[in-house]
């Protein structure tokens, strides 16, 4: 193809939840913990929706999206807002020091995504 792509990190997706959530301190997270949750997810047309249903295809049980958004940063929103709880890219987390959210990593599986550059040859 006349495409390129460069990958350049490889980031894990975690669970954004508010401090005083009761996930908030655990060291990690597996994804059947979650189903006791509202989860918020991204839409079905996501690339991120996209990789998590193929990530979590095998497993027996799949994610109930009590709420579905658009974009992370609505998703972040509510969790602060504290109407959930979510999963999203490291990356589209806050810096670490925020007064309302923190991450907790999910295992069971490790889900990932690929950053990159996409360029003609």
């Known amino acids: 193809p006349d495409i390129e792509f460069v990958p350049l990190v490889k980031e894990p ?4 939840c508010r401090r005083d959530h009761e996930l908030a301190k655990r060291e ?16 079905r047309l996501s690339g991120n929706r996209m990789i998590l249903d193929h990530a979590l295809a095998g497993l027996s049980w799949r994610p109930k999206w009590f709420y579905e958004v658009q974009h992370l940063s609505t998703s972040l929103g509510m969790v602060e807002a504290g109407l959930g709880i979510s999963a999203m890219p490291s990356l589209a987390m806050p810096a670490e020091g925020h ?3 923190v991450s907790v ?14 360029s003609r040859r």
């Open 105 to 118: 990593p999910l295992v069971d599986p490790v889900v990932d995504r690929t950053l990159g550059l996409v």
């Open 28 to 43: 990690s997270v597996s994804w059947i913990e979650l189903s006791e949750y509202r989860l918020i997810g991204v839409g």
């Open 99 to 101: 007064p309302t959210l």
């Open 13 to 16: 997706f975690v669970l954004a």
